[in-house]
């Protein structure tokens, strides 16, 4: 008697961190946020998008986006579809990835030689790309679209 009195402690907490965790993995299952840039010149290539949950390295450095995606192109409109995120404020980056390189093609000083888009079709000043504020959307679960007006 005195080893289950013991053990059903063990087991009951053992129960609830599963439960737990398996309604912290439901939560997040459901949740989609759809990225569409539109406006663009072809239908080559694919559209490469990532988000970032902080403003640490948006939008360049892609090891600090919490999820990269690309996805393919149909009449100048390419969409990515980022999954299983929880709630919370994100920025997005997209540009249009024509030649399949992975990475954006610049000209010698840097400027852009796709067109790209952020959320909330932040506008990028000079040289520099727009802060993580101006492209920053609050997600508060479920599915959503949202549209970037491609820009070059």
Known sequence: ???IGM?????AAAMLAAFASSA?????????????????PND????????FNA????????????????GPIQNESGTCTFSNLPPGTYAIAAFH?????????????????EAFGFSNDAKPS???????SAAAFS??????????????
Do not use: W
């Open 24 to 40: 912290s993995a439901q939560c997040c299952r459901q949740n989609v946020i759809r990225a569409q840039l539109v406006d663009l």
């Open 139 to 152: 997600y508060q679960g479920g599915v959503i679209s949202i549209t970037m007006h491609a820009q070059r």
């Open 44 to 51: 080559k290539g694919r559209v490469a998008c990532i988000i």
């Open 55 to 70: 403003p640490d390295g948006f939008p360049r450095d892609r090891s600090k986006g919490v999820q990269q995606v690309r």
């Open 7 to 11: 053990i059903l402690p063990i087991v």
């Open 1 to 3: 008697m005195k080893f």
């Open 97 to 113: 990835d024509e030649y399949e390189t992975g990475k954006m093609k610049t000209n010698f000083l840097g400027v852009p030689q």
């Open 126 to 132: 000079a040289l520099t790309p727009p802060p993580f």
